[in-house]
């Protein structure tokens, strides 16, 4: 695996490269890195473009804004059929060639053996009901690969089930629940974060869901919730956390926060790795 890295000399992406080569000397699962510089974002996207290498990571020092509107302009879109590991086990599930219109941000949140997928934390401010339609579809075909247990999707407000009243973000987890009626994804909402991650509350008030208490991908009405939530985790709660990786594009790209560290690092690759070998970017 090759990853382009316009911060390449800082020290924290040193650090993450090295402890990814320890890791991967003992995961012979994971493919071995080549760190490869570039001299900056552009340059690296250009690498990717080339066949040159097969990602970039970037953020240490560039903003998101910088990283995004860098990816827009030098990658195209993917497709939610182009991202599937599994396609044959999603019988009942709308499978689009179209390519996607959104690009969003994907946290993988670890701690000890407890993993959380978040999506969007980093890319779209105010999404639409077809733009968070598109990030489940984009955020599952990751669930598929990064995850051990099978996806299960809590759309989460500031309510559970209705508790909140009438509110224009419940109405949209609702709409965008009705997308998925029928299918096999395992969603449900609205619900709150504690409904969706703590069994207790969830047996005690809403038993027959079949996401909440158990979630492992949690999906917000909105960037400010997701911005704050993922460095909660990280921040509050201890969590180790891979990316923002970009999706929705044809490349594989990580956007790091500033404040991540080492680990953060050598685990974002550890996803992009796993990502890119599910979708045929590296082949070893």
Request: contains cysteine; hydrophobic residues 45%.
């Amino acid at each position: 695996m090759i990853i382009a890295f316009p911060e390449f000399s800082h020290p924290k992406i040193q650090t993450g490269i090295e402890k990814y080569h320890a890791l991967s000397s003992i995961d012979t699962s994971l493919p071995p890195l080549e760190a490869l510089p570039a001299s900056d974002l552009a340059s690296a996207c250009d690498l990717v473009n080339l066949g040159e290498a097969d990602a970039v990571i970037a953020g240490i020092e560039y903003s998101t804004r910088d990283v995004i509107l860098t990816c827009r302009d030098a990658f195209s879109m993917s497709s939610f059929i182009d991202d599937l590991a599994n396609p044959d086990e999603l019988l009942g599930i709308p499978i689009s060639r179209e390519p996607y219109r959104t690009f969003s941000g994907l946290a993988v949140m670890k701690r000890d053996n407890q993993i959380f997928l978040l999506s969007d934390m980093a890319a779209c401010k105010h999404p639409t009901k077809e733009q968070l339609i598109e990030i489940i579809q984009q955020t599952y075909t990751a669930a598929q690969v990064l995850l051990p247990d099978e996806p299960r999707i809590a759309l989460l407000t500031f309510s559970s089930f209705g508790s909140g009243g009438k509110d224009d973000s419940i109405s949209l987890m609702h709409e965008v629940l009705d997308e998925f009626t029928g299918t096999n994804l395992i969603i449900d909402g609205e619900m709150q974060l504690d409904t969706a991650l703590v069994p207790e509350i969830a047996a005690s008030k809403f038993p027959d869901s079949p996401v909440a208490g158990h979630a492992n991908v949690l999906i917000v009405p909105d960037l400010n919730s997701g911005n704050i939530l993922y460095k909660a985790f990280e921040h509050i709660g201890g969590f180790t956390v891979a990316g923002p990786i970009l999706q929705g594009f044809d490349a594989l790209v990580s956007d790091l926060s500033r404040g991540s560290n080492a680990d953060d690092v050598a685990w974002t690759i550890e996803n992009l790795a796993r990502l890119g070998q599910a979708r045929g970017f590296i082949t070893d």
